[in-house]
């Protein structure tokens, strides 16, 4: 009996490897994957007044602001992200 | 070895359970039975191979008890984890959706008043130009100060 009690005690319990289990990377927005654009310059082929380079200005701060949004953007998925991955843990 | 485990895994909890509760059963009852055999004169003689079947038995069943136990343990724990998985990538999806809407909006708002200036600057065209003439330096000046500071290292522009 007393056997039987020390088998019991020795082979219960012995365990299996366990199924890992894995988060899928989340996708990034389509719109944040797009490279940024140079900025415009002004036309070599013609007379150049003020006012095109205003218009120039205006242009390229028009692409700084898009790029604005889209580097918050980022920061903005990366923080969100990382929380929701945080709680798997 | 990791083809017997996937074996192992693809097996229904509940024939596993089944199955080692009916060798663990077989081996006590065995083993009981070693014990009451011994007032029966014909198969008293059995005695000892039917302890030793029913230790082995009883040993057999209780290693599989044992791991069946931890097996549904972490079958639960990884259903547990799964569910949860799934719930976590729905909210990741829901945030790429909303970020992504954010942005297209974010960035309409933005075209919208750059064009608005655009229009302004045209219909101001003549009143800007008046009396000012850009001199080309300006012109490459400008150029320079717009280009990307790594193209310019390239071609050696930087003085």
């Given amino acids: ?89 | 070895m990791w083809y017997l485990q996937f074996m192992y895994s693809m097996i229904p909890d509940t024939w596993i359970e089944l199955a080692t509760y009916a060798i663990l059963a077989t081996g006590v009852t065995f083993y009981i039975l070693s014990k009451l055999i011994v007032w029966i004169p014909f198969i008293k003689n059995y005695k000892i191979p039917l302890e030793l079947i029913g230790v082995i038995l009883y040993g057999i069943g209780a290693f599989y008890a044992g791991g069946y136990g931890v097996e549904k343990m972490w079958r639960d724990r990884v259903e547990e984890v799964q569910a949860k998985v799934r719930e976590l990538e729905g909210r990741q999806a829901e945030v790429v959706v909303r970020i992504e809407t954010k942005v297209v909006t974010k960035i309409k708002k933005v075209e919208v008043i750059k064009e608005v200036i655009k229009q302004e600057i045209i219909e101001k065209e003549k009143l800007i130009n008046a009396n000012c003439d850009v001199s080309p330096d300006a012109i490459e000046m400008f150029n320079k100060s717009v280009t990307n500071p790594e193209q310019l290292e390239s071609t050696g522009e930087q003085k």
């Fill in chain 1, 1 to 89: 009996m007393r056997t039987l009690l020390l088998v019991s005690v020795l082979l219960a319990g012995c365990s299996t490897t366990p199924v890992p289990v894995v988060m899928k990377f989340p996708d990034a927005p389509q719109s944040l994957m797009t490279s940024a654009p140079d900025l415009n310059k002004l036309p070599a082929d013609k007379k150049i007044e003020l006012s095109d380079i205003i218009q120039t200005t205006n242009a390229n701060s028009k692409l700084y602001y898009e790029l604005k949004i889209k580097y918050e953007a980022w920061q903005e998925w990366y923080k969100e992200q990382k929380a929701i991955a945080d709680q798997l843990k």
